[in-house]
């Protein structure tokens, strides 16, 4: 299969990149390395990718460039490209949001009519939900986001749905829940709080540590997307890691990791980040036949080891 993937220089595009070569797929990976976070780390994921076999890279930014050529033969789309962050999403930088999560988007899939794709598989987000105050989320339930980060990324899932019922794009929208992981961004908090505990350093806790979440390891997360090539076009999947813990439990979980002290700097909670999130994945087994694998402290291991391997 020829796939493209965007974003393919990013903490899990470069992972699905990856996994798609060893399966032997041909892969078209497009990044225009966005300032968001060090470029060192999107060259870091890109060098690994770079001489494979089956890899063609393209540095472009898709907001602008000629996606005729992008798609040339492409099979399937895995859209993973977006200005990520929702504390960054607020203010002026808003239209870097717009152009990158909408206007990137509406471009591709305008541009993916009557290719005759097999899948475009777009990358959405739990934070498109909001604050339901109901649990586990469920994908038909209302949306109503609470950061400008999340309002993007539902226009994008309403974009793709209607491309869909409209011109027959064969889309299908996953919602990641917090992945992480080894390559996972710097600005993200088991990054940030696996550098904190390497450097002995205190770690900024937003709010008081009993919010929750679910978190997604990478693998998982990939494994998932890739089955969504073949998953029924039009379905919106949440994609979790099928049990939720609170931050007080991942900072008990990472000292037990580096047996070594690990302290709290406790702060105000942030606006736009949600309180609760946690997965009902009962379409994703039923339609991508996910489960995910992956317990938090064997993937908090593996990015502990990955972090402490990375050059300062």
């Known amino acids: 299969m020829r796939v493209l993937i965007t974003g393919v220089a990013g903490f899990i595009g470069s992972h699905l990149a990856e996994d798609a070569l060893h399966s032997g797929d041909e892969v078209i990976g497009v990044d225009c390395f966005t300032p968001f976070y060090d470029r060192s780390y999107k060259e870091r994921n890109a060098a690994v990718l770079s001489g494979r076999k089956g890899f063609t890279f ?8 000629d996606l ?23 203010g002026a930088q808003f239209s870097d949001y ?103 350093k205190p770690f900024p806790l937003y709010g008081d540590g009993r919010q929750t979440r679910d978190f997604t390891f990478v ?20 994609v979790g890691g099928g049990s939720r813990v609170t931050m007080l439990d991942v900072v008990e979980t990472l000292r037990s990791i580096a047996d070594r002290p690990l302290r709290i700097q406790e702060e105000e909670p942030q606006k736009g980040d949600v309180r ?28 502990w080891a990955w972090l402490k391997s990375v050059p300062r």
């Open 219 to 238: 693998a998982d997360a990939v494994k998932a997307t890739r089955a969504a090539a073949d998953a029924p076009a039009g379905e919106v999947l949440n």
């Open 98 to 200: 717009t152009r990158h999560n909408v206007t990137v988007t509406q471009r591709l899939l305008e541009a993916s009519k009557g290719r005759g794709l097999r899948k475009f598989v777009y990358a959405s987000s739990s934070s498109v939900y909001g604050e339901p105050g109901v649990y586990p989320l469920v994908e038909d339930m209302a949306c109503r986001p609470i950061s400008p980060y999340g309002v993007t990324k539902l226009a994008a899932e309403h974009l793709c749905m209607l491309y869909h019922r409209s011109y027959g794009v064969p889309c299908v929208a996953l919602r990641y829940f917090t992945v992480y992981g080894p390559r996972q961004r710097p600005d993200m908090a088991f990054h940030r709080m696996i550098r904190a505990a390497l450097d002995g």
């Open 276 to 303: 609760h999130t946690w997965a009902d994945l009962t379409r994703a087994r039923r339609h991508l036949n996910y489960t995910p694998s992956v317990g938090l402290k064997d993937g908090l291991q593996a990015e």
């Open 68 to 90: 005729g050529p992008v798609l040339e033969s492409v099979e399937t789309v895995f859209h993973l490209s977006a200005q990520a962050g929702v504390r960054s999403s607020w």
């Open 58 to 65: 393209l540095q472009q930014d898709l907001s602008e460039a």
